[in-house]
T-cell receptor, first 115, second 113 residues
């Protein structure tokens, strides 16, 4: 069975600083995908970044980058130059390509950006 | 190019009533997934459907919950005889079935009073 663990229930970061949100996963499969989503207070799920298990380079999307360490089974999200609008819940998720493509989510991290 | 459309956005039902949640996938997407999010928790998978077929319903409660994705029209998640514990946000996602394309709707927030 797949499992996603986010050990930081809440985090503070100063505006304009970088922050790392932790995510570890557990799977016996070789082919999988890792996602990060942002959920602001309005409730929608906003896709941020994706990493495939066979991708050799870490994914980057603007201010978001994914620190993928396959041997350690970690997929941490790094947000550079934090902005007040980054305050939200952040969810890490994994998709098993052999099991119908459904996502397994972690419990989330609430990020609060201080001005 | 509209995204995944869910309606209603908010739904209030009394205990014992039925709730019907609708999801129209993105254009070109034939795979639909339903997830439930309880307060302060991550999303939990419920059911995976393709047109006219339920592919995986391993996350669906055994009673009162059903889902369909007909040949024409949106996917429907139906909850019969709702109870207070059904109060949650219900998200629909769609995909092409491969790759990383996976898009969520804005969710339906169900409140059972």
């Amino acid at each position: 069975a797949q499992k996603i663990t986010q050990t930081q229930p809440g985090m503070f970061v100063q505006e304009k600083e970088a922050v790392t949100l932790d995510c570890t996963y557990d799977t016996s499969d070789q082919s999988y995908g890792l996602f990060w989503y942002k959920q602001p207070s309005s409730g929608e799920m906003i896709f941020l970044i994706y990493q495939g298990s066979y991708d050799e380079q870490n994914a980057t999307e603007g201010r978001y980058s994914l620190n993928f360490q396959k041997a350690r089974k970690s997929a941490n999200l790094v947000i550079s130059a934090s902005q007040l609008g980054d305050s939200a819940m952040y969810f890490c998720a994994m998709r098993d390509h052999n099991a119908g493509n459904m996502l397994t989510f972690g419990g989330g991290t609430r990020l609060m950006v201080k001005p | 190019n509209a995204g995944v459309m869910q309606n209603p956005r908010h739904l209030v039902r009394r205990r014992g009533q039925e709730a019907r949640l609708r999801c129209s996938p993105m254009k070109g997407h034939s795979h639909v997934y339903w997830y439930r999010q309880l307060p302060e928790e991550g999303l939990k998978f419920m059911v995976y459907l393709q047109k006219e077929n339920i592919i995986d319903e391993s996350g669906m409660p055994k009673e009162r919950f059903s889902a369909e994705f007909p040949k024409e029209g949106p996917s429907i998640l139906r909850i019969q005889q709702v109870v207070r514990g059904d109060s949650a946000a219900y998200f629909c996602a769609s995909s092409t079935g491969g790759g990383e394309g996976y898009t969520f709707g804005s969710g339906t927030r169900l409140t059972v009073v």
